[in-house]
Nanobody
């Protein structure tokens, strides 16, 4: 089992940057495939980025590619989401998620495959 706690969300102006953190409990964090999702009011939860347990593979939604970077520090049991050039449409609650093992290029974006979730952190981008 792993428990996830996100932090770093806040109000920021368009064009600004934020770094979200997701701290995980448990001694097997390094064996978990990690993802970031977001959910805006009235919209479904959507995939943002994901990273394999060794960080050899990273995946991004087209809407954030080139602006966001996912990374992880297995020694600190933490995964990060560096968000640059933020836009008002990035406003959402951001969730960290984990699944033991790995996901493939065919399914890493499916929230139903992740079985551990954090409580979320609010990111608001003002225009």
């Amino acid at each position: 089992q792993v428990q996830l706690v996100e932090s770093g969300g806040r109000l920021v102006q368009a064009g600004g940057s934020l770094r979200l953190s997701c701290a995980a409990s448990g001694r097997t964090f390094s064996r978990y495939f990690m993802g970031w999702f977001r959910q805006a009011p009235g919209k479904e939860r959507e995939f943002v980025a994901a990273i394999s347990w060794s960080a050899a593979y990273t995946y991004y939604a087209d809407s954030v590619k080139g602006r966001f970077t996912i990374s992880r520090d297995n020694a600190k049991n933490t995964v990060y989401l560096q968000m640059n050039s933020l836009k008002p449409e990035d406003t959402a609650v951001y969730y960290c998620a984990a699944v033991k093992g790995t996901l493939s290029m065919d399914n890493y974006y499916l929230p139903t495959l992740y079985d551990h979730w954090g409580q979320g952190t609010q990111v608001t981008v003002s225009s």
